[in-house]
């Protein structure tokens, strides 16, 4: 299903659901933040084929410069969405403002309607990113072996960075490879070939905090 977006944004492919107007809407980009005005804070969507800025402006159109503001969906958006994923950098961060609290995405999104977010705390590493969510996506669906249902969302997410920290090297270059074929794109492996001391099948590339823990889950757990 392709839902329809808000006026300027482009088509996102979502998994419909009966309740709300949409199930999960997933961003898998750049992150931009400024903390200095929290609304201008962005998420990257493209750089390249542009419309010309000055034909937009003479035909009375919005200029779209590729990327999303928290702004942006503070004025107009009502998702009605179960899930808002914004897999980039620091999208979890904001500032607060007194009386209108953290102004950030986490704000913006959930004011707008989603039930729930997952954003990252700090910049976070693209290999390690793409096998989370692969996971945390598996789990809330009911599509990966052992499961006889799908998971609720934060216990999706809770298992799926116990089982990042847990893999080892071995298994993460079995699970890059799949990705790679299912998305037809290289991930960077992490640990360059030649330069491993530890046994590949013991050691735990992705055990430390930094790779697993800067995705959060706020709202809806269920």
């Known amino acids: 299903m392709t839902a329809t977006p808000p006026r300027g944004f482009p088509s996102v492919p979502v998994v419909s659901s009966e309740k709300w107007q949409f199930g999960f809407i997933h961003l898998a980009t750049h992150g931009v933040i400024d903390d200095s005005i929290p609304v201008r ?20 159109q919005p200029v779209y410069d590729g990327q999303l503001m ?10 009605k969405a179960e899930l808002v994923t914004l897999s980039a950098c620091e999208t979890a961060r904001g500032q607060y403002l007194g009386g209108e609290g953290f102004v950030g995405f986490t704000q913006a999104l959930l004011m707008s309607g989603a039930r729930a977010v997952c954003l990252s705390l700090w910049k976070v590493d693209d290999t390690a990113t793409a096998l989370l969510m692969q996971r945390f996506y598996a789990n809330m669906l009911g599509a990966r072996p052992g499961l006889s249902q799908p998971m609720p969302k934060v216990a999706a997410l809770a298992e799926a960075k116990e089982w990042l920290r847990n893999l080892t090297t071995e298994k993460v270059e079995v699970e890059v490879a799949a990705l790679e074929r299912g998305q037809k794109r290289k991930l960077a492996t992490p640990v360059a070939a ?3 001391k530890a046994d590949p099948r013991t050691e735990r590339p992705f055990s430390h905090p930094y790779f697993w823990a800067a995705f959060v889950l706020v709202g809806d757990a269920d």
């Open 41 to 60: 804070s962005a998420v990257i969507l493209t750089q390249t084929g542009l419309p010309d800025p000055l034909s937009q402006v003479l035909s009375h």
């Open 70 to 79: 928290v702004r942006e969906i503070q004025r107009g958006w009502d998702l």
């Open 194 to 196: 030649g330069a491993r």
